[in-house]
């Protein structure tokens, strides 16, 4: 045998080597899976939890950093997800840290809080596609908020505890403000939305002539079912703020606006109509009457024109109207750069054609601002052709303001529809959810009390079972 020391070879003991790796080594025991990670490039961040884990000499500290710690595998336990800190090991091994595209930007912004890393850590390019990503799922979130809250009713349960009458003014209001809570409210709703169609026919039929002659009590037949119709309205507008648990909401609300305006500018009509019948008595002799007598009429004629704006009580119900309006405030951006665009186009066009049609003969452009309507129907493609262009040139300018016109009208227009078909789709969804979560909820209900009912009956009054002995 030969003698390995008197060769001057010298053998290190394997478990010496082992306990030496140990020392420079961490052993990280992530979800099952064990990485290993040299001090060396764990301290290297030291404001890391690895980082902070290797510099860390206090046992305590160190178990305050993991979940556990094997005394026998010297590793330290973390239940979190191993496919996400082989990210993390890349990044102490090579200093490099990848994104993971393939995981949610809210779920990897969480994992890189935990092991106290941050963006500044990422390459830039992957910073940058991050934030675009972490933009778009913020964004959607916010829609999704949004649509719910269109569909949710907004008002304190617990608020009607408190409140004077509180059990009938939680039943008026549902049934005035929430279709889907009982059969009444549902009637309730579809007998609103008739009675505000029938209004607006009534008020439409009130200018035929023809109809005007039948009449009663000196008015027509729609004047009756138009003040039927507004005396409903006023009512339900009323009915909503009495029962309401939170008037602060209420008076915010848009739907409760378009009711208050449904409703107000009739009573303002009335108001008018007298000061207008007193006024009108002395106004032959007095100008200065007549003059305050004809603003009065033009304030008439605006509010009667107010009236329209009824038809938009019909958005209380109507999936398709909130959707719409939904869709316009989610992308007023591109509907204001849209009007912007058209009004460039108008000006220039408009500048265009008067350069080339203004020494023509006959030319009906003989400013600029004579040819801004001409540029207005042209780029909406809609072409009245009541005003032309007479020479070549300006011909060759209408066919270019056209043709901007196709192509600024066709670029929004998919847009816009895929933005209306995405909420109208979310929102009937939304309903059809709420509506059936409180179907159950409602059934829950009215079974849970059978059952009180059947297993806890009343107990009866001492008079009545006092009674009842002496009988028996």
Same mark, same amino acid.
């Given at each position: 045998?030969?003698?390995?020391?008197?060769?001057?070879?010298?053998?290190?003991?394997? @478990?010496?080597?082992?306990?030496?790796?140990? !020392?420079?080594?961490?052993?990280?025991? #992530?979800?099952?899976?064990?990485?290993?990670?040299?001090?060396?490039?764990?301290?290297?961040?030291?404001?890391?939890?690895?980082?902070?884990?290797?510099?860390?000499?206090?046992?305590?500290? !160190?178990?305050?950093?993991?979940?556990?710690?094997?005394?026998?595998?010297?590793?330290?336990?973390?239940?979190?997800?191993?496919?996400?800190?082989?990210?993390?090991?890349?990044?102490?091994?090579?200093?490099? /840290?990848?994104?993971?595209?393939?995981?949610?930007?809210?779920?990897?912004?969480?994992? *890189?809080?935990?092991?106290?890393?941050?963006?500044?850590?990422?390459?830039?390019?992957?910073?940058?596609?991050?934030?675009?990503?972490?933009?778009?799922?913020?964004?959607?979130? @916010?829609?999704?908020?949004?649509?719910?809250?269109?569909?949710? #009713?907004?008002?304190?349960?617990?608020?009607?505890?408190?409140?004077?009458?509180?059990?009938?003014?939680?039943?008026?209001? %549902?049934?005035?403000? %929430?279709?889907?809570?009982?059969?009444?409210?549902?009637?309730?709703?579809?007998?609103?939305?008739?009675?505000?169609?029938?209004?607006?026919?009534?008020?439409?039929?009130?200018?035929?002539?023809?109809?005007?002659?039948?009449?009663?009590?000196?008015?027509?037949?729609?004047?009756?079912?138009?003040?039927?119709?507004?005396?409903?309205?006023?009512?339900?507008?009323?009915?909503?703020?009495?029962?309401?648990?939170?008037?602060?909401?209420?008076?915010?609300?848009?739907?409760?606006?378009?009711?208050?305006?449904?409703?107000?500018?009739?009573?303002?009509?009335?108001?008018?109509?007298?000061?207008?019948?007193?006024?009108?008595?002395?106004?032959? %002799?007095?100008?200065?009457?007549?003059?305050?007598?004809?603003?009065?009429?033009?304030?008439? @004629?605006? /509010?009667?024109?107010?009236?329209?704006?009824?038809?938009? @009580?019909?958005?209380?119900?109507?999936?398709? *109207?909130?959707?719409?309006?939904?869709?316009?405030?989610?992308?007023?951006?591109?509907?204001?750069?849209?009007?912007?665009?058209?009004?460039?186009?108008?000006?220039?066009?408009?500048?265009?054609?008067?350069?080339?049609?203004?020494?023509?003969?006959?030319?009906?452009?003989?400013?600029?601002?004579?040819?801004?309507?001409?540029?207005?129907?042209?780029?909406?493609?809609?072409?009245?052709?009541?005003?032309?262009?007479?020479?070549?040139?300006?011909?060759?300018?209408?066919?270019?303001?056209?043709?901007?016109?196709?192509?600024?009208?066709?670029?929004?227009?998919?847009?816009?529809? %895929?933005?209306?078909?995405?909420?109208?789709?979310?929102?009937?969804? !939304?309903?059809?959810?709420?509506?059936?979560?409180?179907?159950?909820?409602?059934?829950?209900?009215?079974?849970?009390?059978?059952?009180?009912?059947?297993?806890?009956?009343?107990?009866?009054?001492?008079?009545?079972?006092?009674?009842?002995?002496?009988?028996?």
């Amino acid at each position: 045998m030969y003698n390995l020391a008197s060769l001057g070879t010298t053998v290190e003991c394997p @478990k010496a080597e082992e306990s030496f790796k140990e !020392q420079q080594t961490i052993n990280i025991n #992530v979800g099952g899976k064990v990485f290993y990670i040299p001090k060396q490039s764990a301290v290297k961040y030291p404001h890391t939890r690895i980082g902070s884990l290797a510099l860390c000499a206090d046992h305590t500290k !160190q178990l305050a950093l993991c979940d556990d710690f094997s005394f026998g595998t010297n590793q330290y336990f973390f239940d979190r997800d191993p496919a996400f800190f082989h990210h993390i090991f890349h990044f102490y091994t090579s200093g490099v /840290l990848w994104i993971v595209r393939e995981m949610c930007p809210v779920n990897f912004e969480e994992e *890189m809080d935990y092991w106290g890393l941050s963006l500044r850590d990422t390459q830039r390019c992957c910073r940058i596609m991050f934030e675009e990503k972490v933009d778009e799922v913020k964004d959607y979130l @916010k829609v999704e908020k949004e649509l719910i809250a269109e569909i949710e #009713v907004h008002h304190d349960q617990e608020g009607y505890e408190d409140m004077v009458l509180g059990e009938l003014r939680r039943t008026l209001w %549902n049934v005035v403000e %929430n279709p889907y809570s009982s059969i009444w409210a549902k009637a309730f709703a579809v007998f609103s939305n008739l009675l505000v169609l029938v209004s607006i026919g009534a008020m439409t039929m009130n200018t035929v002539e023809e109809l005007r002659i039948y009449s009663i009590y000196g008015r027509t037949y729609m004047e009756w079912v138009e003040i039927f119709s507004i005396l409903f309205f006023t009512l339900e507008y009323f009915v909503r703020f009495a029962t309401t648990s939170n008037l602060k909401y209420f008076l915010r609300s848009a739907l409760n606006f378009v009711d208050f305006v449904a409703v107000v500018p009739y009573f303002l009509q009335i108001l008018f109509d007298l000061f207008d019948d007193s006024e009108d008595m002395g106004a032959q %002799n007095d100008l200065g009457a007549m003059v305050r007598v004809s603003k009065l009429s033009q304030v008439l @004629k605006v /509010l009667k024109l107010m009236r329209i704006f009824r038809i938009l @009580k019909l958005a209380r119900h109507s999936t398709g *109207m909130r959707a719409f309006g939904f869709t316009l405030r989610q992308c007023y951006e591109q509907v204001c750069c849209l009007f912007l665009f058209i009004s460039m186009g108008i000006f220039t066009f408009s500048a265009l054609l008067h350069s080339v049609e203004r020494d023509a003969g006959g030319s009906p452009f003989s400013s600029i601002p004579d040819a801004w309507w001409w540029a207005a129907v042209s780029i909406s493609t809609v072409g009245y052709g009541d005003v032309v262009p007479v020479s070549v040139l300006g011909r060759l300018v209408a066919f270019a303001c056209i043709s901007f016109g196709i192509i600024l009208n066709g670029m929004p227009i998919s847009f816009l529809f %895929n933005k209306f078909s995405d909420y109208y789709a979310k929102l009937k969804a !939304q309903e059809y959810a709420s509506s059936c979560v409180r179907q159950r909820f409602q059934l829950k209900n009215r079974l849970r009390r059978k059952f009180d009912i059947c297993f806890h009956p009343p107990v009866e009054d001492d008079s009545e079972k006092d009674s009842y002995e002496c009988q028996h």
